[in-house]
């Protein structure tokens, strides 16, 4: 057995014990209290807590890294994404590669030990087993114009069923991107899908974006043109006169296994209808202001009762993984919010929406040793506050593998 004490210990689930510890045997954690645990390491002043969780992001795109200029409009950004992905077409180019290899190091240095990582290609899949961090990877469709959609979800499936490994920490699932990008058949398909495999969870981009609500409602707008542009538009969608929240929940595809990644420009009323379905919202504040669309109504998300976690997005549109800045980046958007709630979100929440909540995101015993230590300035009387203010990666260290 291993003990450790600290100066804090930050269950999640519980209020955070001050002089607490932790034991472990092999991995796993065996319990935690208040007090002087029998020849326990002492950590000194440190905050014990759970390692965090990215619930969104896109490592197969770290290496546009200060590529892509911040966007006055969503589309601006999206176009420039298309032109600099352009210039990469092997999805293997070591470029590609190896930057996904370092922001996965990266982000494991600054604290994170469980990733929902948005593919393309699959690249990364080898990448996250080799660096010993936990995710889901979820293998993203496009198409707004698919000939046989129940075929393309078929070959989907078949593509990650052929990665899959038995008791891997690296975990797959199929996602449609967007509204605006994925035909309403394949979201059918989509769901049929993981209705056929048990537990499983999928992720989709929604109400982002101003324009993305204008095409939901009337067809029109710049997410019409660009379709148009790349040759992908279908006479056979018509536009259900409805918020993207109202869209794909009447499509039966929302539901406590989706994670909806953004929901900036989501209303009383979508909320109310997320929150009914259980439907987690990832929010990525930072992301949200680089590509132009505003800052997301983190209060309103909490006040409607949403289960909320948190996520970075891809280092196209944020300066890093560290999900101790996205926290800082969340605070002043939801400053009635408790620092405790933030920090649930950032860690139990996007555990149990990735579905590992049995095994990670708090410190109970029976779950993984998945825990950091945060060094801790002189002085600090709440933890839970200073936590979410920006911790930087030189402060965290890691107690055990993830």
Not at 34 to 54: D, I
Not at 153 to 164: K, T
Request: include cysteine; proline fraction near 7%; glycine fraction near 10%.
């Amino acid at each position: 057995m291993t003990s450790y004490r600290a100066g804090w210990v930050l269950p999640i689930t519980s209020p955070p014990i001050r002089g607490g510890w932790v034991a472990t045997v092999d991995g796993v954690i065996t319990g935690l209290g208040e007090g002087h645990a029998v020849e326990a390491t002492n950590l000194g002043e440190v905050a014990v807590l759970p390692a965090l969780v990215n619930a969104h992001t896109h490592l197969e795109l770290s290496y546009l890294a200060g590529a892509v200029p911040p966007a006055a409009r969503f589309l601006d950004w999206i176009r420039a994404v298309m032109a600099a992905r352009r210039a990469y077409p092997d999805p293997r180019d070591p470029a590609i590669v190896s930057a996904a290899r370092s922001a996965i190091a990266a982000a494991r240095a600054s604290g994170t030990g469980l990733i929902g990582d948005i593919s393309n290609t699959l690249v990364t899949v080898p990448l996250l087993r080799d660096a010993g961090l936990s995710a889901r990877v979820f293998y993203e469709l496009l198409g707004f114009n698919v000939e046989d959609p129940a075929v393309r979800v078929r070959d989907a499936r078949a593509a990650i069923d052929a990665l899959d490994e038995e008791g891997s920490t690296v975990r797959l699932a199929l996602a449609p991107h967007a509204p605006y990008s994925v035909a309403p058949a394949v979201f059918t398909a989509l769901r049929d899908d993981r209705d056929a495999h048990a537990g499983g969870v999928s992720t989709v981009h929604l109400s982002e974006s101003a324009d993305e609500m204008e095409f939901i409602r009337t067809g029109s707008g710049p997410w019409r043109t660009l379709l148009t542009e790349l040759g992908v538009w279908s006479d056979a969608w018509h536009p259900p006169g409805t918020s993207p929240v109202g869209y794909l929940a009447d499509l039966g595809f929302l539901d406590s296994g989706v994670l909806a990644i953004h929901a900036v420009q989501c209303d009383g009323d979508d909320l109310a209808r997320l929150g009914a379905l259980g439907t987690t919202i990832v929010s990525c504040p930072r992301s949200n202001r680089h590509v132009g669309v505003g800052d997301p109504p983190l209060e309103m998300f909490y006040a409607a009762g949403v289960a909320v976690a948190f996520g970075t997005d891809s280092l196209a549109s944020v300066a890093d993984l560290n999900m101790f800045a996205e926290l800082a980046a969340a605070r002043p958007l939801a400053p009635r919010v408790p620092a405790r709630r933030l920090l649930e979100s950032a860690t139990l929440v996007g555990a149990r929406a990735l579905g590992f909540g049995a095994e990670l995101g708090s410190i109970e015993s029976g779950k993984r040793a998945a825990l950091v230590a945060v060094r801790l300035p002189a002085g600090i009387a709440d933890v839970e506050e200073y936590l979410v203010s920006g911790v930087e990666p030189e402060a965290v260290s890691w107690l055990d593998s993830p």
